[in-house]
C-alpha cells in the first residue's frame, strides 16, 4: 500500500509552548484512519498540520512523495477538512455546495454533481433550496459534509464530525464516509469521541496522549462498564462470565476506556495448551486479514461478544493452522495496558 504522508521529526509550538512531538508517523493511502485521545491531546492541531492549513514549527511532512515545502497550490486542494464546528455561507445549500467547485472553476455538470453530494450525505434534490437560517444542527453539519465530498477529495480529515448532531444525522454522516472511500477512493482521517464507532469502521487507528504519538498501529479498545475488585483494581466482565482483572488500576474509574496495542495481545489454538494460565481467556477466530507488512496477519476474534484483534507472524498462524471458526485461548498482557 502506497504511503500518503510521512512525518519525520515534528515539532509544533503555540504561544511558545510544545502543543506536539512526533517523531515518526506514516498514513497510507485509500484507509479510513482513526485519532484517538482526549481534548488538548493534540488532534486538532495535527490536522491543521495535515490539512497544510498551519505550518509546522519543525521537522518534515511528506506528502504523495513530495515535502511540504515543495507542494504546490493544487496538490493542497486534494486535502479537505471539516472542523468540529464548520462555517456555512449565508446563502442556499446549493450555493454552499457549488462554492467550492465554482472557486476552483470546476463547473461542468454543476447541478448533477450539488446533487449527488446531497444524496451521498442522505439529503433530496428540493433541499438544495433551502437557506443556511433554516437548517438545524445536524442538516448543517450534512451540507458542510457534501460541501467537501462534493469536490472528491484526495483526503478528508473529519475532526468530531458527529458531535453534538442528532441520532438519524450522525448514522447518515457515518455512512457518507464509507461511500465517499468506496466512490472516489478517498483516505479519510476522523477525530471522534465515538470510540465504538471509531473501532469498527476504522482500518487503522493513531492514539495521541499530551500532544505526543502513543500508538500508530492495530488498537484494541475495551469500553466502560468496569467493576471494581476487593483490591480496587477495574475488572471487565464480559456477556459470557469470563473476567479480565487490570492491574494497578485502582485511580481509575469506572467509565474509563482501556486501550492495548495488538503486539500485547498472545493467541493460543485450544488444543495445544502449552502457554495457558489462569489469566487465559476463551475466545474463537472471527477472520483473518493480510496487514501492510507481509510478514504479519491481523486476527480478529470475539471474546465475551467484543471483537478484538492480536497481530500475528505469518509464519506461526500457518504453523498452527489457525482458521476462522477456531476455539483460541487469549492472554492479554496487562502491563502493556494504556487509558484513554
Not at 46 to 56: A, E, H, Q, R
Request: charged fraction near 25%; charge should be neutral; glycine fraction near 6%.
Amino acid at each position: 500500500m502506497k504511503t500518503l504522508y510521512e512525518l519525520k521529526n515534528i515539532k509544533h509550538y503555540y504561544e511558545g509552548k510544545k502543543v506536539l512531538d512526533i517523531e515518526e508517523l506514516i498514513l497510507e493511502e485509500n484507509q479510513i484512519i482513526g485519532f484517538l485521545g482526549p481534548n488538548g491531546s493534540g488532534k486538532s492541531t495535527l490536522f491543521s498540520l495535515l490539512s497544510f492549513v498551519t505550518k509546522v514549527s519543525k521537522g518534515e511532512i511528506i506528502f504523495d512523495g513530495l515535502c511540504s515545502t515543495l507542494l504546490g497550490f493544487d496538490a493542497k486542494q486534494d486535502i479537505v477538512i471539516l472542523p468540529q464546528n464548520p462555517y456555512l455561507l449565508k446563502r442556499s445549500v446549493f450555493e454552499n455546495i457549488a462554492y467550492g467547485l465554482k472557486i476552483r472553476k470546476s463547473c461542468d455538470n454543476l447541478e448533477e454533481e450539488v446533487y449527488k453530494a446531497l444524496t451521498l450525505v442522505g439529503l433530496d434534490k428540493s433541499f438544495s433550496k433551502r437557506k443556511h437560517s433554516e437548517l438545524s444542527g445536524g442538516e448543517a453539519q450534512r451540507v458542510a459534509l457534501a460541501a467537501r465530498l462534493v469536490l472528491k477529495p484526495k483526503v478528508l480529515i473529519l475532526d468530531e464530525p458527529t458531535a453534538g448532531v442528532d441520532t438519524n444525522s450522525a448514522q447518515l454522516i457515518k455512512e457518507a464516509i464509507l461511500l465517499a472511500k468506496q466512490k472516489y477512493n478517498t483516505s479519510i482521517f476522523i477525530s471522534s469521541h465515538d470510540y465504538n464507532w471509531i473501532n469498527h469502521i476504522c482500518d487503522k487507528k493513531v492514539a495521541l496522549f499530551q500532544g505526543e504519538l502513543i500508538q500508530s498501529e492495530s488498537i484494541n479498545l475495551l469500553f466502560a462498564p468496569w467493576e471494581k475488585n476487593e483490591e480496587g483494581n477495574l475488572v471487565k466482565v464480559f456477556l459470557d462470565g469470563q473476567k479480565l482483572v487490570i492491574p494497578n488500576s485502582k485511580e481509575k474509574k469506572r467509565d474509563s476506556i482501556m486501550m492495548i496495542n495488538s503486539d500485547y495481545i498472545h493467541l493460543e489454538k485450544m488444543p495445544t495448551l502449552k502457554n495457558v494460565t489462569e489469566e487465559s481467556l476463551s475466545a474463537t477466530v472471527s477472520s483473518i486479514h493480510q496487514q501492510n507488512c507481509q510478514n504479519h496477519l491481523l486476527v480478529e476474534f470475539s471474546l465475551g461478544g467484543i471483537c478484538l484483534n492480536s497481530r500475528l507472524k505469518k509464519e506461526n498462524i500457518e504453523k498452527d493452522y489457525l482458521l476462522p471458526g477456531n476455539n483460541i485461548f487469549v492472554k492479554i498482557d496487562t502491563q502493556k495496558v494504556q487509558w484513554l
